[in-house]
């Protein structure tokens, strides 16, 4: 980010609002000698259609001026332009004039008649100076919002609402959490010879593009891409009640995205997806410059083993996530949850009940 220098020798767009044609040519000759571009206006309606037309960087306001006093000038520019300089000038000595009109937005507020002329050099650098640093300011919040919305589009939301709001930076480390995790794979994408890299990456490119939008519609985090295959977590970083059925609906939208494009694209793709539930270490992961927030143990492994061992086009479920199934809302969708029977996987000790999703839409 730019730091911010105030300019030692800037001219600058002028308004000078007074109906004292004396005061308008003493303060004229003062602003013209220093280079400085000068505008004129002798009530507070003509003031406004002037600052509308020239945008001027500051405005010499008188408060007591015919059509509309320079309080109501004031509240007028302020509702067009936040950044401009405003001088309330007034031969009122009233210390409650000039409280309200600091509160209403000027800058500055000074008496008539000017008894130094260098004084009027001196109160215009300081309200410049404050609106060089409230624009470099609000350059500062632009380009803040756009790094957060780039994180947005790089990250899960929820996981760039969690580190905005913390205080700290992220630590390596994790907790034993629920969640449901979903393996997708690209089961045919090896056999694909005929293609160079780049247009091999473009396939996978245009694919992943399509099925990663199934996941975050369905509110879950993707984790990391895998080669032809990524990984998908449900209910972290943020809660997530209904997650093991978002993340079968989240499956099963995929399917059907693939096989709309497959109608549509040169190149037919089939995948094979596996999900499971159970606690898993969620965190950061890695080193203290390079960390991944994903999860690890043995819930991760199984999902992988149940994506690697279904057939091209198939859904694999373990029985934890069957049973957190909400059964009734995901036939409304036209999703039914079919038994395999049990399997025994690598790694694993104990056989699995394992579970297919036949789409009947």
């Known amino acids: 980010m730019d730091s911010f220098n105030p300019p030692s020798l800037e001219t600058f767009k002028i308004l000078l609002v007074d109906d ?5 040519q003493l303060v004229r000759k003062i602003l013209q000698a220093d280079g400085h ?15 509308e037309a020239v945008k001027p960087d500051l405005v010499l306001l008188d408060v007591v001026i015919p059509k509309i006093d320079g309080l109501g000038v004031l509240q007028e520019i302020r509702r067009r332009d936040r950044f401009a300089g405003v001088i309330m000038v007034s031969a009122l000595t009233s210390e ?46 632009d ?14 939301a929820p996981l760039v609402d969690t580190l905005m709001a913390s205080s700290t930076l992220p630590s390596l480390g994790g907790e034993r959490q ?35 939008t199934s996941i975050f519609e369905n509110k879950g985090y993707m984790d990391k891409i895998m080669g032809d295959g990524f990984m998908a977590l449900f ?17 099963v939208q995929m399917r059907r995205q693939l096989l709309l494009k497959n109608q549509l694209h040169e190149v037919p793709m089939n995948m094979r997806v596996g999900i499971h539930t159970g606690e ?17 143990g043995d819930a991760v492994n199984l999902s992988k083993r149940l994506e690697e061992s279904s057939d091209p086009g198939q859904i694999l479920l373990s029985a934890a996530t069957r049973n957190l199934l ?19 996987f690598k790694g694993f000790v104990e056989p699995e009940d394992i579970y297919h999703i036949k789409d009947l839409a």
């Open 20 to 24: 004292e044609p004396s005061t308008l």
């Open 37 to 51: 571009k000068v505008y004129e206006a002798i009530d507070g309606v003509q003031a406004i259609e002037m600052f």
């Open 96 to 141: 409650q004039l000039a409280v309200k009109s600091l509160l209403s937005g000027a800058d500055d507020y000074i008496s008539k008649p000017f008894k130094f002329l260098h004084t009027i050099r001196l109160h215009i650098r300081q309200v410049m100076d404050k609106v060089h640093l409230r624009r470099h300011n609000a350059t500062l919040q």
């Open 143 to 156: 380009q803040l919002l756009y790094a957060n919305e780039q994180l947005r589009h790089y990250m899960a």
């Open 178 to 212: 629920l969640v449901t995790i979903l393996f997708m794979d690209f089961c045919n994408f090896s056999d694909m010879h005929d293609f160079t890299p780049d247009q091999l990456l473009q396939i996978l490119n245009d694919y992943f593009a399509e099925l990663a």
């Open 235 to 251: 209910n972290v970083p943020s809660a997530l009640p209904d997650h093991a059925t978002m993340a079968v609906r989240a499956a």
């Open 280 to 296: 898993a270490i969620v965190g950061n992961i890695g080193t203290a410059r390079l960390m991944n927030y994903t999860a690890i």
């Open 326 to 344: 909400n059964v009734p809302r995901l036939e409304m969708d036209g999703i039914q949850i079919c038994g395999l029977g049990q399997r025994k």
